[in-house]
């Protein structure tokens, strides 16, 4: 928790040096210095450490989670109603006619920060929302009766929720006093090692009261600082042993490191990742809330193959791309984020990061937006752990230039990296358009084309006919451009929505998925359309995503999974 404990010692130390001085000139200068010496943070409970104690919130929309938190190990989060915007406030004791800077570390939705009852002028300040920690800041004088003032905050009605951590009213003690100090922390227990790759071994441990954060030591030099209780220490030699210590640190020191564990990486290769399945389910996970059962990786049904995180950030820079793990998902850190990577990968799937989306647009349009996109989307497999990309754009391409883009990256990853597309039904209606030009100019490094057979209207088929979207025939008519098109059957796939909320059109039932797999690669199933052969190496399907599939139970991969995989 911030106590900004060096300002307070601060005003202590000029208060002392000062003192022979106080002798001559009597007590207003004593009273000046004991007032500079006495400024602390009045907030009670500032870090939430202690529940909701000294705090009221408004129709219960308060409470205390333990991630994502700020500094310690909780912070509030405040969910605001239709007709509530979630007023978490405490009466602070201040002294009169006296200054104070008032803070807090908010995100999440809309916040605001404020102080009532000044005497003077009420403040507030606000932000409409962040994904990350951000800090409000905003000042209020007491009047010359004040002894006691209302610190707030609140997000807006029906808006989605806040949290908010270490708060601060920092001024003059007003005879109430602050949270007491911090002191250091106890030692870290319990650590132990987790999934380990060729250069990467994964940590946890038990969390520790009042550690603000810990530090994580390899072979006894610090490695790296985490806000978590678990880490995942990269950069390491293939099949090689290495001592691991942990410990915990907060504004009043480090605690003594924990006993070493060992952890052995695994033996090295020329491809870390697991190798993609002859018949494979990919699955679209959400690093994001939008009414889906919100998800961690470890939580993704174990039929998924390939799971693609939804999704990367564009820049300033055209064809530069980030990542940004949305607090909504409940992670702890990306620490632990990376090792659900990991463990996803020991078990042979495979984690990619996908770019584009309905909302998100990378554009790749010259020689130096494609070098853009294949550097940062290589440093982002070299940080997370994925093992590839997925193209899923569906704000226009340049096959010219994404093409380029693609071949870097994969000159860059090697030969197991995973490269999957999601292009929109008029995409891929002939081999004239963007999307299909880029295919078949990366089909030597392209592992599936999983085209969205939903949000669409109808479309004409291999044969020339115009199916709608919503049968076998809308499938397997549309499969088919792709099959003789120039596509290995082996780099097509059938994608749908995992349930009837999870699109807005096109949601076919399971066992309508089975059927188009079984006519495309058995010639039984089938509906009016029949391919004039079969493409027993069809890759296998696609869904949106895995977390409505979880919405829904997972029945779209009990029932589309096995099938899959039992294709011949």
């Not at 129709?59 to 994502?68: I, Q, R």
């Not at 994904?131 to 209302?150: E, M």
């Not at 790759?197 to 994964?202: E, I, K, M, N």
């Not at 057979?453 to 709608?468: E, F, I, Q, R």
């Amino acid at each position: 928790m911030d106590r900004i404990r060096a300002r307070r010692w601060l005003g202590g130390a000029l208060a002392l040096a000062a003192a022979p001085g106080l002798a001559l000139t009597g007590g207003a200068g004593t009273a000046q210095a004991a007032g500079a010496a006495a400024d602390v943070n009045v907030a009670k409970n500032a870090g939430f450490e202690s529940g909701l104690a000294n705090w009221s919130c408004s129709a219960g929309s308060g409470t205390t989670v333990s991630s994502p938190v700020h500094g310690g190990t909780a912070a509030l989060k405040a969910t605001p109603g239709g007709q509530d915007n979630a007023r978490c406030a405490q009466s602070v004791v201040v002294r009169p006619n006296s200054t104070y800077t008032l803070s807090a570390w908010v995100q999440g939705g809309y916040a605001y920060l404020g102080a009532s009852g000044t005497g003077t002028t009420d403040v507030s300040t606000w932000t409409p929302g962040s994904t990350g920690w951000q800090q409000l800041t905003t000042r209020f004088t007491t009047g010359a009766n004040t002894t006691s003032v209302t610190v707030y905050t609140h997000g807006w009605y029906g808006q989605s929720a806040y949290h908010a951590d270490d708060v601060s009213v920092f001024g003059p003690d007003g005879g109430g006093g602050g949270d007491p100090d911090p002191v250091v922390p106890a030692t870290p227990a319990g650590l132990t090692t987790g999934a380990v790759t060729s250069s990467s071994v994964a940590l946890g441990w038990n969390p520790v009261q009042g550690a603000t954060s810990y530090h994580v030591y390899r072979d006894g030099t610090k490695a790296q600082t985490v806000t978590g209780t678990s880490a995942t220490v990269t950069g390491l030699a293939a099949n090689t042993s290495y001592s691991f210590q942990v410990s915990a640190v907060n504004a009043a020191g480090e605690s003594a490191k924990s006993a070493a564990v060992t952890g052995k990486t695994a033996p090295g290769g020329t491809n870390p990742n697991p190798a993609v399945p002859r018949h494979a389910v990919t699955g679209y996970w959400q690093n994001f809330d939008n009414g889906a059962t919100v998800q961690k990786l470890r939580d993704v049904q174990a039929q998924y193959d390939i799971i693609a995180v939804s999704f990367a950030d564009s820049t300033a820079t055209p064809g530069q791309i980030v990542f940004n793990l949305d607090p909504a998902v409940g992670y702890a850190s990306v620490a632990d984020f990376k090792a659900d990577i990991a463990a996803k990968k020991a078990a042979g799937k495979s984690v990619i990061i996908s770019v584009g989306g309905e909302k998100g647009n990378v554009t790749i349009n010259s020689d130096a937006s494609a070098t853009a996109f294949a550097n940062s989307a290589y440093a982002l497999m070299q940080e997370y752990g994925f093992s590839g990309v997925d193209i899923d754009l569906e704000h226009g391409i340049n096959s010219t230039y994404l093409t380029k883009a693609l071949r870097q990256l994969s000159a860059k990853a090697g030969p197991g990296m995973v490269l999957t597309m999601a292009p929109q039904t008029i995409d891929m209606q002939n081999t004239g358009t963007e999307y299909f030009k880029t295919a078949l100019a990366v089909k030597d490094i392209l592992t599936v084309v999983n085209m969205q057979y939903y949000n669409s209207g109808s479309m004409l088929g291999c044969d020339g006919k115009v199916y709608a979207q919503g049968s076998v025939d809308f499938l397997t008519a549309l499969a088919c451009i792709q099959l003789e098109g120039g596509l290995d059957p082996s780099q097509v796939g059938l994608g749908v929505p995992a349930s009837p909320r999870g699109a807005g059109s096109g949601y076919v039932d399971p066992s309508v998925v089975k059927n188009a797999l079984d006519c495309l690669t058995r010639g039984t199933g089938c509906g009016s359309f029949k391919p004039s052969k079969t493409y027993p190496a069809l890759r296998g399907a696609m869904t949106w995503s895995t977390n409505w599939d979880a919405t829904a139970g997972n029945a779209w991969s009990n029932a589309v999974g096995p099938h899959v995989h039992n294709l011949p």
